[in-house]
T-cell receptor, first 113, second 115 residues
Framework: QKEVEQDPGPLSVPEGAIVSLNCTYS??????FMWYRQYSRKGPELLMY????GNKEDGRFTAQVDKSSKYISLFIRDSQPSDSATYLC?????????????FGQGTILTVHP | GAGVSQTPSNKVTEKGKYVELRCDPI?????LYWYRQSLGQGPEFLIY????????DSGLPNDRFFAVRPEGSVSTLKIQRTERGDSAVYLC?????????????FGPGTRLTVL
């Protein structure tokens, strides 16, 4: 079993829909949680960063972390065709594992006009 | 300013050959990471440099893989006796400081194909 599980989709939604993306993890040492967006033939770019449990909002994006359930989510409101990409969750434990990100498989999202 | 750059963007080689993949991090970034992304998968950690030294190379799959960063800036990932299973996109990332809140900036990757 992988440390981080993410449904690969693909997920197809109409423009304006609310999108929910999720990851589960097994390593209770993870404390830092991120969501990356990756366009085709490009490197991942950081969207959201959360430390420990709680919610964080940035424009149309909301990240949630529930450490008790080992479950993280990314919500996209009013989705746009430009949001079409692969979304990767990532996490790390901190401490001596600085920077060593563990990624989920990625969810392919298509937002159609 | 300029982001992380990687060369070549594509590399096709034959099984058994040696390849070098180059990464130019963002200027001033002390931390540098290599990841490997297979088709349909998320990136997997290979190695992390703090300055010139490899602080964590636990992700290198075997001794055919080696990476250097001799002057604390540019890094080269070297793969000996390539195998078809090495085919993947090799991503490089850099961050200003390996602190817990530091953002890793990724390059576009080198797509390696081993025939």
């Amino acid at each position: 079993q992988k440390e981080v599980e993410q449904d690969p989709g693909p997920l197809s939604v109409p423009e304006g829909a609310i999108v929910s993306l999720n990851c589960t993890y097994s390593n209770s040492a993870f404390q830092y949680f991120m969501w990356y967006r990756q366009y085709s033939r490009k490197g991942p770019e950081l969207l959201m960063y959360t430390y420990s449990s709680g919610n964080k909002e940035d424009g149309r994006f909301t990240a949630q972390v529930d450490k008790s359930s080992k479950y993280i989510s990314l919500f996209i409101r009013d989705s746009q065709p430009s949001d079409s990409a692969t979304y990767l969750c990532a996490m790390y434990a901190g401490g001596t594992s600085y920077g060593k990100l563990t990624f989920g498989q990625g969810t392919i999202l298509t937002v159609h006009p | 300013g300029a982001g992380v750059s990687q060369t070549p963007s594509n590399k096709v080689t034959e099984k058994g050959k040696y390849v070098e993949l180059r990464c130019d991090p963002i200027s001033g970034h002390t931390a540098l990471y290599w990841y490997r992304q297979s088709l349909g998968q998320g990136p997997e950690f290979l190695i992390y440099f703090q300055g010139t030294g490899a602080a964590d190379d636990s992700g290198l799959p075997n001794d055919r893989f080696f990476a250097v960063r001799p002057e604390g800036s540019v890094s080269t990932l070297k793969i000996q006796r390539t195998e078809r299973g090495d085919s993947a996109v090799y991503l490089c990332a850099s961050s200003q400081d390996p602190g817990s809140t530091d953002t890793q900036y990724f390059g576009p990757g080198t797509r390696l194909t081993v025939l």
